[in-house]
């Protein structure tokens, strides 16, 4: 995600010898596309083959694969099965293939005791397993969300405000958040998409900057502010004064505008 | 008079029907212009159009190959897990490398020279940094993706 603003910009100055303006709103239709494409290919993988479905089977090959720590916890995880583990070498003394087999690999019945103690969910707290698994979407929504802000920092088209589009995206991340808690809640994917939003206004922040500068980025923080500071003085002083008060609020802003000049 | 064939009438309907549905789309996207949910957009000439896209399907094709099931994530993953040390050092010696630049006064060097070498270490460390974020994968899982 931060590396993407970088990565795109360079080519403005290595292939495309055209106005920044056009070339920061073109962006936006073939990242789109890239993004639809990406969300479409990944919903026809995961309808594809079971192999391709988010369960526990897939889960527990990702994260054994990768070398996840079981949750050997005493409270929230299954300590009962930490002694067929081999925590040197990551094996399994039960049933978890180290093959590529997918079929096999489950942690059902792992020890071997007659009545089997229930392994299947050991692996519940490897949110980088989900990740592996959710990344084409992850790829997806950042590609989406980057058009939006590359068509949004168009300075031709300075009538059209976000704010639609912002509310729509924190609705999204805010449905997103909940459905993570309630379905991982011990894997930590609430963390991990809330780090992954945070990269992404970081970077929409990484393009603002390198698209309108850093002075015109600050003066337009700036606007947004004193707008704000006016408009919540005028709702609170009764109408008699608020003549007299917006005179003195802009004589006030003008000379903080003009030491800030001077320094 | 005879009626118009029924082929002629299907024509006719179809072609009222696809008209409707393209002022339909235009008046959609006017209002979803208005409420400012999708931004105005300039024209892209054809070839542009095409560069464009091959330049952004790059990097979404090599993460995806990279750090997804549907690629060989596993083995990307399972690769910066392995050799998260790796990281750490990258991490430290990018940070300490920030902090020394900071306290020889890396932002007042005047001549070209130490301005193009101060750049260049900027941006080694920078890349040093990142590399050292991707390593962190065991750590923060999130982490390939935030780079």
Known sequence: MLTLPFYLMSFKYILFFVDFRNYVNWLSTPLFITATCTALTWFGWTFRANDSEWTPKVRNYNAHYIGCTPNFDVKTGYPECAAHWDALDNEWDCNLPLNLDRQNSTLSRCPSDPDGVDCDDVYDTCGAAFLVWVNPLAVATGFYFLSFIFAFMNPEHKDASPQAFVKFFMVICFMFWIASSLAAANAGIADALFSFVVFMCLSAAIVALMVLGKKQVQGKIEEGLVAKVRRRRWQRTPRTSRRHQHTSLHTSLLSHLHTRSLR | ?147
């Open chain 2, 1 to 147: 008079m005879s009626p118009p064939p029924p082929s002629e009438n299907v024509d006719k309907t179809a072609r009222k029907v696809g008209t409707d549905i393209k002022h339909t789309a235009r008046d959609i996207n006017k209002l979803a212009v208005d409420s400012g949910l999708i931004p105005p957009l300039t024209p892209i000439p054809f070839k542009y159009f095409v560069t464009l896209q091959f330049i952004t399907l790059i990097p979404a094709i090599t993460f995806i190959s990279c750090f997804a099931n549907m690629g060989w994530g596993l083995n990307g993953y399972k690769f910066a897990v392995e050799n998260a040390d790796f990281g750490w050092w990258c991490n430290s010696i990018s940070t300490m490398s920030f902090l020394t630049l900071y306290l020889l006064d890396y932002s007042y060097w005047e001549s070209n020279c130490m301005i193009w070498l101060g750049r260049g270490l900027i941006s080694a460390m920078s890349i040093l940094f990142g590399l050292g974020i991707f390593f962190n994968a065991a750590e923060y899982p999130a982490s390939p993706i935030t780079v």
